[in-house]
């Protein structure tokens, strides 16, 4: 009954866009921190992207994302968003979101999407 699934992987050209989503199911996601992780094959997972809870007031990227992507969130759809744009090809990952909740506990994690920046 709680749930997140991400969504909005793909193939795409360098240059290219994706808008990917985080939605949650059973429970309320305003309440929660969300991030962006990726995972490329035989790489560790690293962070990508961080937005507060609530009324989305602090926003943080991992160096290699800035000024090309964007996370968001519409507390109306229960959902997180991030705007990858300019894509490039070592962008190529699966990409996770987190949500974590003020008082603590375990996180939650989705499943991940593919996103596979190609020519």
């Known amino acids: 009954q709680v749930q997140l699934v991400e969504s909005g992987g793909g193939l795409v050209q360098p240059g290219g866009s994706l808008r990917l989503s985080c939605a949650a199911s059973g429970f309320f996601l305003s309440i929660f921190a969300v991030s962006w992780y990726r995972q490329a094959p035989g790489k560790e997972r690293e962070f990508v992207a961080f937005i507060s809870n609530f009324d989305s007031s602090t926003t943080n990227y991992a160096d290699s994302v800035k000024g090309r992507f964007t996370i968001s969130r519409d507390n109306a759809k229960n959902t997180v968003y991030l705007q990858m744009n300019s894509l490039k090809p070592e962008d190529t990952a699966v990409y996770y979101c987190?949500?974590?909740?003020?008082?603590?506990?375990?996180?939650?994690w989705g499943q991940g999407t593919q996103v596979t920046v190609s020519s």
């Open positions: 987190k949500a974590t909740h003020p008082a603590g506990g375990s996180d939650r």
